[in-house]
């Protein structure tokens, strides 16, 4: 099994400079991205969500050829008390992105603290304008004030974008064959922890809540303008 830490001037291989850790990345104010908070009432529209991707993003995401039986299947056992999922919508409240921090009672790695595996996706259309990462570094930031030890994901080899998330947050690589497995120590929760994913909630719920009186705003109007009558010539 190979190993690559994020230093190593092989990260080119994804395109990867060295970058310093994540609490240190400042990132500008108009990059802001609203991430929400998944909870039991989104299931339908993260089911919604994942089945809209497709067959190749689907092997990408679950590591295995996935049938929209399974899909619902996952999305059924999802259990938002021991997880956490987040996402971003777009101005028509569409769901994007979805992000999923499973939690483990039990430590995958003997001697070790029970770890928590992060799984992203992101729609096609929606790609390439850092959703990926910041819905990563959200994950990282909501692990560290569940006081997780280290966080890990579990992707295929031919996963560059993925890859190349995870290493410029700082994850260190193993390949093994097909398989890629990227873990992050996390340090331990600060003030600025608790206040930033706290800050990023609140944000994300505001916006959510105006984009959605816009867009009721926008459906009445129309109404009354198609019901006007249009003036005889
Ligand atoms: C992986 C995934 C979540 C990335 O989402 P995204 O919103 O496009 O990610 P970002 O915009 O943050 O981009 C990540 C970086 O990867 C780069 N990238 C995108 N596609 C790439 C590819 N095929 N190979 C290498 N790098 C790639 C982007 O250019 C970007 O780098 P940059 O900021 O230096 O330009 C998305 O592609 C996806 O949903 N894939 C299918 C599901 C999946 O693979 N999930 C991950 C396994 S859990």
């Not at 299947?73 to 569409?94: I, K, Q, T």
């Not at 928590?116 to 959200?138: I, K, M, P, T």
């Not at 947050?169 to 340090?187: F, H, I, K, T, V």
Request: glycine share 6%; proline share 6%; net charge positive.
């Amino acid at each position: 099994m190979e190993h690559l830490n994020p230093s190593d001037t092989d990260l080119g291989r994804f395109g990867v400079e060295p970058e310093p850790p994540p609490e240190s990345r400042a990132r500008p104010w108009h990059r802001w991205v609203p991430i929400r908070k998944l909870g039991e009432r989104h299931r339908r529209r993260i089911e919604r969500h994942l089945l809209q991707l497709g067959p190749e993003d689907r092997r990408l995401r679950f590591g295995v050829a996935t049938t929209n039986d399974q899909i619902r299947l996952y999305v059924h056992s999802l259990d938002f008390e021991r997880d956490e999922l987040f996402g971003v919508f777009d101005r028509r409240l569409h769901l994007v992105a979805v992000a999923h921090l499973a939690y483990s009672a039990s430590p995958q790695r003997a001697d070790r603290p029970a770890i928590v595996e992060f799984g992203v996706s992101v729609l096609e259309r929606a790609r390439r304008r850092g959703l990926g990462d910041r819905l990563f570094s959200h994950a990282v930031l909501r692990a560290r004030n569940r006081h997780t030890d280290s966080l890990f994901i579990h992707a295929l080899t031919e996963n560059g974008a993925m890859l190349k998330i995870a290493a410029r947050n700082g994850a260190l690589l193993e390949y093994s064959g097909p398989d890629a497995m990227a873990w992050l120590r996390l340090p331990s929760d600060t003030v600025s922890t608790h206040v930033g994913a706290a800050l990023v909630g609140t944000a994300a719920e505001l916006n959510y809540g105006i984009a959605r009186q816009l867009r009721l705003l926008t459906t009445w109007f129309k109404r009354v303008v198609a019901r006007r009558p249009t003036p005889s010539a």
